[in-house]
């Protein structure tokens, strides 16, 4: 599977304001983002991302003629906290959508998801986090999703990160600076403790827009596996 982490942040490394504004992408750049999920099987968050954002995670603002179908939504949610009301659950009739959760998620929760049409996988003992390096390989086998774009908040990216799990790294960096210790960065998690540690990256190219900068990388590890 291919996994590619998208994200637009600001010069500073943050994905939001101390209130949780995240609204750091421009029109353009949303729709550069629609365009990859077009050309995508799966968009992954993490549960933060929908109990925060509420999104659909749809494919909008390019033309419809270019869309073979909205590609499905994968949510890493270990405990089932995902609202029944959330955009996510009431339009997953329309659009495939898988929950991953663990073997601490509540099976009348479960239930009640899977009444509406919600996918779940199973990936992680009960009281730990979701085996990601599991769940990326039972989303391939059973629902042949080869190409995934994570568009989690600074957790889950961590996760995928720390585990070599992603392939490639886009990211919007915009002319913002926001600032605050305690607002969310790019990565969060626990961090490496040495640079000998940390995950290394081979830059691909840096593209100049007028409302900043994207700038991709590919992961070396995983590339020479």
């Known amino acids: 599977m291919i996994v590619i982490i998208n994200a637009a942040m600001s010069i500073d490394g943050k994905l939001s304001t101390r209130k949780g504004d995240s609204r750091i992408s421009s029109?353009?750049?949303?729709?550069?983002?629609?365009?990859?999920?077009s050309d995508v099987d799966g968009i992954l968050v993490g549960i933060s991302t929908v109990l925060n954002d509420d999104p659909l995670l749809n494919v909008r603002f390019i033309r419809c003629t270019k869309i073979k179908k909205n590609p499905t939504r994968v949510v890493i949610d270990s405990t089932a906290r995902i609202p029944i009301e959330s955009q996510i659950v009431k339009t997953a009739k329309d659009i495939r959508t898988v929950l991953v959760v663990t073997k601490s998620a509540p099976e009348n929760k479960l239930d009640l998801l899977r009444e509406q049409k919600l996918k779940i996988i199973v990936?992680?003992?009960?009281?730990?986090?979701?085996?990601?390096?599991?769940?990326?390989?039972?989303?391939?086998?059973?629902?042949?999703?080869?190409?995934?774009?994570?568009?989690g908040g600074g957790e889950i990216n961590w996760s995928i990160i720390k585990n070599n799990l992603f392939d490639k790294l886009i990211i919007t960096i915009s002319p913002l600076a926001i600032g605050g210790r305690d607002t969310i960065t790019l990565i969060e998690g626990k961090g490496f403790d040495s640079i000998r540690e940390c995950v290394k990256l081979e830059l691909s190219k840096i593209l100049k827009k007028s409302n900043g900068e994207i700038v991709v990388y590919y992961n070396n590890i995983k590339k020479n596996m």
């Open 27 to 37: 029109l353009s750049d949303l729709k550069r983002v629609h365009r990859l999920r």
């Open 123 to 151: 990936s992680g003992e009960r009281g730990k986090k979701v085996d990601l390096d599991n769940a990326l390989k039972q989303l391939e086998s059973e629902f042949g999703i080869k190409k995934i774009l994570v568009e």
